[in-house]
């Protein structure tokens, strides 16, 4: 336990490092920060827009951001919720901006879901192709309000305080959604995985 402990106050300490460096317009800080954050930051795009076709263009302007924008970050130490506040603000836009061309356009959109790795026998590889989609597929259609603290918490690892805090909710609100986003997986997947 003592050596978990000891892991993430490394880790800690080696992003408090990252953001000093980003502070101080290191190149070569934001490269390492991106590729030791990157995953987080698709998974709260996820999380909050429900859609994986939004995320490349999102993650680009995300990080454009946050070396135009690393000077505003008065407290080094709320670099996770100031950098949760750039994905949230640039996802919501681009959701936006995405519902405005869908209603100019005719043409359906098309799926993009990450699938699910493949085993080495077809017809299981399928199955678990199956699973996943329809796994997404129920994680994006619950409402945002459930979705987010769901994402941010079983598929990023978030405690319920850091999602509350980021979020701007108490903990007992954070675990109650959690509660709720579950019973709605639940409901809508029963019988289909």
């Not at 936006?96 to 017809?123: G, I, K, Y």
């Amino acid at each position: 336990m003592a050596d978990m402990g000891m892991m993430q106050a490394a880790e800690q300490d080696a992003d408090l490092r990252l953001v000093e460096a980003l502070v101080r317009k290191d190149p070569l800080a934001l490269e390492a920060f991106v590729r030791r954050h990157e995953r987080w930051v698709r998974g709260v795009v996820f999380g909050i827009a429900g859609r994986n076709d939004l995320a490349d263009d999102v993650i680009q302007q995300v990080w454009t951001a946050v070396w135009r924008q690393i000077g505003t970050l008065r407290d080094p130490t709320a670099w996770r919720a100031w950098l949760y506040g750039l994905v949230r603000r640039a996802t919501i836009d681009a959701g936006r901006r995405w519902r405005r061309r869908r209603r100019n356009e005719v043409t359906v959109e098309p799926e993009v879901l990450t699938r699910a790795p493949s085993t080495t026998q077809p017809d299981q590889g399928l199955i678990a192709d199956e699973r996943h989609r329809r796994l997404l597929e129920a994680i994006r259609s619950l409402p945002s309000i459930y979705r987010e603290p769901f994402v941010l918490k079983h598929l990023e690892g978030w405690s319920y305080a850091e999602i509350g805090s980021v979020l701007g909710l108490p903990v007992d609100t954070v675990e109650t959604r959690l509660v709720r986003a579950r019973r709605l997986l639940r409901e809508m997947l029963q019988g289909a995985l």
